[in-house]
Each structure stands twice: as structure tokens, then as C-alpha cells.
């Protein structure tokens, strides 16, 4: 390797699995230089082959090192480190100012490992790598990065500093991350009600308000007081510390429901507005299990589809992690492997096909109804899809990556809503966290759009037993 590393600058070592999360990663650490050990070319051969989303990562980030090589004029130059121009857009559409140097490994290091860590093993060879850089460039910093904890903590037994890849991070804790919500404080209409125009159209009541506050809210936000019941809005528009905002719907009264449903709580009511709202192209709900998400977003979905005529059917997908063992093969066609996925789908529909009336003839014919108007596809087919006029609901969007959520939006075509539900607590999928899930940025990322709406759903409300299991357990 060259001795032409500059003092000031430290030296990243990536893991394998730090490219097959992100293809750009190499692009990502400004001017800091970038080193690959030989091992982590001969996993990434490895993995090049298949359809999934590792799959392509994989060749995306072979395509990108072989762009850096056609570069080079003489084998020399890969010793001196290829300079990594800023041609790539980061995650917040910003330009990446990758202005250091990439190194491949080109000679055998001398690696002293322990006796008891025998080199063999892919991680342990990286481990190696980083050890024999810290002597052969004691005046730099040395950093291993890695998306596996496990390699973390044995890099740090072993003295080699190690971080995780936090480029993909949305937020720094996922306690910050936007509720949907905002509590208006007590005196809130004395110091923004005095210059308030009221008026009504199509049966809408709106409010223009002005005031500080007013530059903390969001397109579509839901407003309200302190209390269960009270004044309720929803913001939608805003500048600077001017808004307009409407009076919210009640869904919790008996006299407004969605398919038989009402709301039991304020977040549920505020979360029907959103999904009944034709000007709301995409909508996220968050919650912990029995929250209603499934059961309120299927009843807004069914009335759209079947009463108003607003969109042609309903398609349902999820991510198939499985919780536990993997069953295997699932036999049949599309929708039928997909079925045992979408448990949630049909348990929601019992309660929305109203079983206790018109006997087992009525039950069967609205099943048969409400089945051919819901369609379950997977997500592996979305690619090259385009979709008009359709209700799309995506389940446990919570284990999906920032690039396969861009991947399923975009699938949205002229007249379509999509709905993402998920728990970003129970996530299911290697290597994502609370701050780094693709629900957790398209949250983060939509809320400023005027399109777009979410809001977290924060009671329990499947039963007294699923409540208090929730709380302590």
C-alpha cells in the first residue's frame, strides 16, 4: 500500500457487508481514504449471483470498482490509490464529496492474529488486515466498519477501533423520529387566534392562523388541545408563520363510519382522515401491535374501492421474513404463496365482513366479493410495475430498506395511494435498525411533502390481554 496517506486523514476498512448494504458506500466517507482487504473481493464474487436485493447490491458495487479501474493508466497506480471523484448523490439528495483515495489490498500482509482466532474465516482475515494497518501505519487512525456486530466487538477486543456504517442513519435517535402530531399549548389561542379568518367550503370548515408556532407544523399535521376530546385540524398549508388549516372529521362518533368501523381513540380518528383523503397520496402509520393499522387502513380502503368508486382494487404485499424457521416452499401461484403471509389481511376482513349477519350464504358472498377486490402480490415482482388507480398497502413496512421502499413508491402511478404500516420496534430483517429502516425514512423524508400524511397510533386497542402484555412484557 502507499506511503502516501496523509497524516490528517483516517483510514476506513469496510466489510463486506457494508458494500451489500450500500453499493455507494465508497463514495460516502468524504475525505477520509478507503481501504479493501482481498477477502472482501472474494465474498463479493461470491455473492454477485441470484435475483435478490443483496444480489444486486453486490454488482452495483463490482460495476462502481470496475468504473474506478478503467481509470488507472499503469498497475502502479492502483498501489498509489484511486482518487474517488464526487459523481454520487447521498441519501438526502445532496452531491457526496468523496475526495479521498480507494486501496485494494495488492501483497500479502503479515497478519498477527491470536492462536485462538485462526485465519481461516472470512471476518478473522479482515480482523487481520486491520491489525497488520495499525503497524504498518501507526500515525493513523485505523477503522474497521462493519454492519456485524459480532466483527465490531471482536475488532475492539483486539484493539482495532470499529464503527457500524452510519451513512444510512435517518435519524440519531429513533425517538426524534416526526409523530404526525402536535399538542397545542393551553394559551394557544390567545397568542395565535387575534388575526383568525375563518371560512366554509364543500362542507369543510378552514382556519387561517398566524402566530410562532405556526413555523413548527408540517403539511397535513394533526393539530389538538390538551385532553381526549377538543379541538381537532389537520395543517394543510403553511408558510412561514402563516397556515391554513381544516377541522378534522370525528370518526369516533357512531354517525361517521368507514365500513362499520369507528375510531376508538384521537390518533385513530386523525389516521381515517388521512386515509379517506383523496389529496393525500401517501400515508404512514406507526404503531405497536393492535393498534388498528391493518383493520382502519383495509375499512378506508374497502369504502374508497367498493362506495366511492375512488380507486379499482386494493393490493396488499408485505416483506416475507418469517418470524421463526423458515416452512420452506409454499406451493401454488403468486397469491397463494403469498397467502399464509397476509394472516393479518384475513383476520381483519372477518371483522369487516360483519359474520354475525345474513347468515352463511350472505358471509360467503361478501367474502367472495371483498377477495376478488383485494389482490396479494409480492414484492419481489414490483420491479418494471406501474400501478393506476390502485389502494396499495404495505405491511410490516418496517423491515424494508431505504432503496426497496424507493423502489415500491415508484411503482405509483397516476390515481394511486399507498399506505405503509409498521412497527419499527419489531424489526425482522439483518442489519436494519429502528434509525436506518426505509419506514423510518420515507417518515422522515415525506413529511414536508403537501401530499403526504402520518401519524403514530399510540393506544392499544385488540384487547385488555394484548395491552398488558405490550406494557411489561
Excluded at 158 to 170: F, P, Q, R
Excluded at 372 to 390: P, Y
Excluded at 424 to 446: K, N, R
Aim: net charge negative; charged share 25%; aromatic share 8%.
Amino acid at each position: 500500500m502507499s506511503k502516501k496517506i496523509s497524516a490528517d486523514k483516517r483510514l476506513f476498512v469496510l466489510d463486506t457487508n457494508v458494500l451489500m448494504h450500500d453499493p455507494a458506500a465508497i463514495f460516502r466517507f468524504q475525505e477520509h481514504d478507503i481501504y479493501l482487504p482481498m477477502i472482501v473481493l472474494e465474498e463479493l464474487d461470491s455473492a454477485k449471483k441470484g435475483l435478490s436485493e443483496v444480489a444486486r447490491n453486490v454488482r452495483q458495487a463490482t460495476r462502481f470498482l470496475d468504473d474506478l479501474l478503467e481509470q488507472i493508466e499503469s498497475p502502479e497506480d492502483i498501489s498509489q490509490g484511486l482518487p474517488l471523484p464526487a459523481t454520487l448523490r447521498s441519501g438526502n439528495g445532496k452531491a457526496a464529496s468523496a475526495s479521498g483515495r480507494l486501496f485494494f489490498q495488492t501483497h500479502a500482509l503479515n497478519i498477527p492474529l491470536p492462536e485462538a482466532m485462526p485465519g481461516q474465516k472470512p471476518d478473522n482475515s479482515i480482523l487481520g488486515t486491520a491489525m497488520a494497518l495499525q503497524e504498518v501505519h501507526p500515525d493513523h487512525t485505523v477503522t474497521l466498519v462493519s454492519k456485524d456486530i459480532n466483527l465490531r466487538i471482536k475488532a475492539t477486543v483486539l484493539g482495532i477501533h470499529a464503527e457500524d456504517y452510519y451513512n444510512d442513519k435517518v435519524l440519531d435517535d429513533a425517538d426524534l423520529l416526526y409523530t404526525g402530531s402536535f399538542e397545542l399549548p393551553n394559551d394557544f389561542w390567545g397568542t395565535h387566534g387575534q388575526a383568525m379568518d375563518s371560512w366554509s367550503e364543500g362542507g369543510r370548515t378552514f382556519y387561517r392562523i398566524k402566530g410562532p408556532l405556526v413555523e413548527e407544523w408540517h403539511p397535513n399535521q394533526c393539530l389538538y388541545p390538551g385532553g381526549e376530546h377538543g379541538f381537532e385540524a389537520l395543517v394543510r398549508s403553511r408558510e412561514k408563520d402563516t397556515a391554513v388549516i381544516e377541522l378534522a372529521q370525528d370518526y369516533r362518533s357512531s354517525r361517521h363510519t368507514v365500513w362499520g368501523i369507528s375510531a376508538r381513540n384521537r390518533e385513530q380518528s386523525f389516521a381515517l382522515n388521512l386515509l379517506l383523503d383523496p389529496e393525500i397520496d401517501f400515508v404512514t402509520l406507526l404503531g405497536m401491535a393492535g393498534t388498528g393499522k391493518t383493520l382502519l387502513t383495509l375499512a378506508a380502503g374497502l369504502a374508497q374501492t367498493l362506495e366511492t368508486k375512488h380507486y379499482r382494487e386494493i393490493i396488499m404485499t408485505r416483506v416475507t421474513v418469517p418470524l421463526g424457521e423458515d416452512i420452506g416452499f409454499l406451493p401454488g401461484t403468486e397469491e397463494e404463496k403469498m397467502t399464509p403471509w397476509m394472516g393479518a389481511l384475513m383476520d381483519n376482513l372477518e371483522v369487516l365482513a360483519k359474520p354475525d349477519m345474513g347468515g352463511e350464504w350472505a358471509r360467503a358472498a361478501t367474502n367472495d366479493l371483498l377477495q376478488n377486490r383485494i389482490k396479494i402480490r409480492s414484492l419481489n415482482f414490483m420491479r418494471g410495475r406501474t400501478f393506476l388507480n390502485k389502494f396499495i398497502i404495505l405491511d410490516e413496512a418496517q423491515n424494508l430498506t431505504s432503496k426497496q421502499m424507493k423502489t415500491l413508491i415508484t411503482r405509483a402511478g397516476p390515481g394511486t395511494k399507498i399506505v405503509c404500516l409498521g412497527n419499527i420496534a419489531q424489526i425482522d430483517t439483518p442489519y436494519l435498525t429502528e434509525t436506518t429502516s426505509g419506514l423510518t425514512y420515507v417518515v422522515d423524508y415525506f413529511k414536508t411533502w403537501e401530499h403526504s400524511g402520518h401519524i403514530t397510533l399510540l393506544r392499544g386497542e385488540r384487547s385488555r390481554l394484548a395491552d398488558f402484555a405490550s406494557s411489561v412484557l
